[in-house]
């Protein structure tokens, strides 16, 4: 990963990414208009298109993207960079992008862990645990030893219910991001692009 890369992560958005998605998703709040499209042309686009430019392939870009996206709301708290980051190594994915990704979804991991648990504890037929995303961080803060034996269950049931969902949302996004991104590398590659 050349530093170029990292510093273009970092400045298109690394610190800008998880406020306008927090704002989105947490609060509903929507940003302004003007300011929502400078955030996805300046941040997004550019960091894609500066990638394209440097030679990525529009598979790559878009095999990122359907990884970042799915590990980022794997249900285990604090996890996500340490996924994305062995994903890349593992993958030889440009790290930039899937770590810009992650950020960028990072409020809709919280409500998903409650999805996630419901759909294992269904695959498993388990009883129906009642509980809060706050409530849980509450008790993990407090002891956790005591927060591992009451909900240690609850979290294989929201991997679980993650590795069930994973492969579908990893082929939808991957095969929609593709065209449009092939379309992107043409007009912004150093040279047509046959492979993706």
């Given at each position: 990963m050349a530093v170029s890369s990292f510093g273009c992560y970092w400045h298109c958005g690394g610190k800008t990414a998880p406020?306008?998605?927090?704002?989105?998703?947490?609060?509903?709040?929507?940003?302004?208009?003007?300011?929502?499209?400078?955030?996805?042309?300046?941040?997004?686009?550019?960091?894609?298109?500066?990638?394209?430019?440097?030679?990525?392939?529009?598979?790559?870009?878009?095999?990122?993207?359907?990884?970042?996206?799915?590990?980022?709301?794997?249900?285990i708290m604090g996890s996500t960079t340490a996924l994305c980051f062995l994903a890349g190594l593992a993958f030889k994915l440009n790290q930039p992008i899937l770590q810009f990704i992650n950020w960028l979804i990072y409020a809709l991991?919280?409500?998903?862990?409650?999805?996630?648990?419901?759909?294992?504890?269904?695959?498993?037929?388990?009883?129906?645990?009642?509980f809060s995303v706050p409530e849980m961080l509450r008790k993990f803060k407090a002891s956790p030893a005591a927060f591992m034996h009451e909900?240690?269950?609850?979290?294989?049931?929201?991997?679980?219910g993650w590795l069930l969902v994973a492969p579908f949302v990893i082929a939808l996004l991957?095969?929609?991001?593709l065209p449009p991104l092939r379309k992107l590398a043409g007009l912004h590659s150093p040279e047509p692009s046959h492979d993706g």
């Amino acid at each position: 990963m050349a530093v170029s890369s990292f510093g273009c992560y970092w400045h298109c958005g690394g610190k800008t990414a998880p406020r306008v998605a927090q704002t989105v998703f947490m609060t509903g709040a929507q940003p302004k208009s003007s300011a929502l499209k400078s955030f996805w042309q300046n941040r997004v686009v550019g960091l894609v298109v500066g990638q394209l430019k440097q030679g990525i392939t529009a598979r790559k870009i878009s095999l990122t993207v359907a990884l970042g996206v799915t590990l980022g709301v794997f249900p285990i708290m604090g996890s996500t960079t340490a996924l994305c980051f062995l994903a890349g190594l593992a993958f030889k994915l440009n790290q930039p992008i899937l770590q810009f990704i992650n950020w960028l979804i990072y409020a809709l991991q919280i409500p998903l862990i409650v999805v996630f648990v419901r759909i294992g504890e269904w695959l498993v037929n388990a009883q129906r645990v009642n509980f809060s995303v706050p409530e849980m961080l509450r008790k993990f803060k407090a002891s956790p030893a005591a927060f591992m034996h009451e909900f240690g269950m609850t979290g294989l049931h929201a991997i679980e219910g993650w590795l069930l969902v994973a492969p579908f949302v990893i082929a939808l996004l991957y095969f929609t991001l593709l065209p449009p991104l092939r379309k992107l590398a043409g007009l912004h590659s150093p040279e047509p692009s046959h492979d993706g």
